[in-house]
């Protein structure tokens, strides 16, 4: 029970408490931690002096305290929010610290750190085998025993709203003799999910799968814009680049593992054994989520990429990423590879939407998009299974593109 008046359909519930950074317009330039509840945000330092203990960890400008305290403080910290919000003898002291959130501005909410981004969805990398490399196995050899990954761009990683200016970039299509230079012709989006670190890890020492949840803090979405003409000239032999560098756009809110305890799936039977260290075929919960991804462009929904099917779980993800010894730091951020389902309308890319662009996407105002034009507003949004039949919003990552300069 909460003394606070939540519809019964919010997505933001006291089972859910995703934290963010935020400011006001009466005072733009002080961050503020803050946790999302209904269709209000809890400045979360604030309550924790109003109710006499004030705590270093919520007064930071950032999350970066928070995730590198580890699970005992995130533990602490998630009971105590849960407690101010609940109990009718905190109401008159909470209260005051409650802001609409329509009011609010949000902020990238943490340092990002290293930024890897992950294939891990068979769908979509058999899709873009089939797309890049016609004529060959659409997976290449190693993709069932290993989760491949690429070291992205941190300092390109922005929040949901900032908009995305269309890459310049070389061209070059198979017919063409020689590669052009000029706007992207081909720019895509990838609807990802991301991972955020927290807990950092000792260089030398791989992490196990057992250890996800001491590292990992929270979940968040990821847009992993991707210009097909720059990255299909570009990937061979040393993987995405310049494709990929321009921008990539995170949500602001960051869910914490602790609310996706009912999202928890089995994943997918794999048709490949694999090595000891990625074998979660014996754990009694490994960590499949199930979550339900929507895509819109410029408010048509154009695809629901399913999460529960990705090959690979986050667990594997960051056991993969450091068996090498290769240590991970509060803010790192890993994301999972663009989410796609077997099925029409679950693609989460246009390329595979729009096979190449043969078949478009048709939106509400007639327009039919093979991949996206200056002016375009993409938006992903998410919801998770929440306890007792309620559901966990993400919010949602979204992104304008302006024209190339
Ligand atoms: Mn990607």
């Not at 919010?10 to 803050?34: E, I, W």
């Not at 016609?134 to 025993?145: A, C, F, I, M, V």
């Not at 250890?211 to 803090?217: Q, S, T």
Request: hydrophobic share 40%; glycine share 10%.
């Amino acid at each position: 029970m909460t003394w606070l008046d939540l519809p019964a359909d919010t997505l933001f519930g006291l089972d859910n408490l995703p934290y963010g950074v935020f400011s006001t317009a009466g005072d733009p330039q002080r961050r503020r931690l803050g946790v999302a509840i209904g269709g209000q945000v809890l400045d979360a330092g604030a309550a924790a002096r109003a109710v006499g203990s004030p705590d270093p960890l919520l007064e930071a400008a950032t999350l970066d305290p928070l995730l590198a305290a580890g699970r005992p403080a995130w533990t602490r910290v998630r009971e105590a929010l849960t407690r101010w919000l609940t109990e009718p003898a905190f109401r008159p002291v909470i209260e005051p610290c409650l802001l609409p959130r329509a009011d609010v501005t949000l902020h990238l909410p943490f340092t990002v750190g290293d930024y890897v981004d992950f294939y891990a969805s068979e769908h979509h990398a058999s899709n873009l085998g089939r797309l890049f490399r016609p004529g060959s196995e659409p997976l290449t050899p190693n993709w069932k025993h290993l989760p491949i990954g690429y070291h992205g761009r941190s300092g390109t990683v922005v929040v949901s709203g900032t908009p995305v200016v269309r890459p310049n970039g070389q061209r070059k299509a198979p017919a063409d003799a020689a590669p052009t230079f000029g706007p992207s012709r081909r720019l895509d989006i990838e609807a990802e999910v991301g991972f955020v670190v927290g807990a950092g890890s000792e260089l030398g020492t791989p992490v196990p799968m057992a250890d996800f949840a001491e590292h990992v803090f929270g979940v968040c979405l990821v847009n992993d814009w991707s210009a097909r003409d720059i990255q299909a000239w570009e990937y061979v032999p040393l993987g995405p680049f310049l494709g990929k560098s321009f921008a990539t756009s995170v949500s602001p809110w960051v869910v914490p593992l602790d609310a996706l305890a009912a999202a928890r799936v089995a994943p997918p039977a794999r048709d490949v054994e694999p090595l000891p260290y990625l074998d979660d075929r014996d754990t009694k919960e490994p960590w499949g989520l199930d979550l339900a991804l929507e895509v819109r462009v410029n408010g048509t929904l154009i695809s629901r990429p399913p999460f529960a099917g990705m090959y690979w779980t986050a667990a594997q993800m960051l056991a993969h990423m450091t068996v090498n010894g290769a240590s991970v730091r509060p803010g790192d951020l890993f994301a999972s590879g663009t989410v796609s389902g077997p099925e029409r309308g679950t693609e989460g890319a246009l390329i595979e939407l729009t096979w190449n662009g043969e078949r478009p996407a048709q939106l509400a105002d007639g327009s039919g998009r093979a991949f996206l034009e200056d002016g375009d507003a993409v938006t992903i949004t998410a919801t998770a299974p929440g306890p007792n039949g309620t559901r966990i919003g993400f919010g949602e990552v979204t992104g304008r593109i302006l024209p190339a300069r």
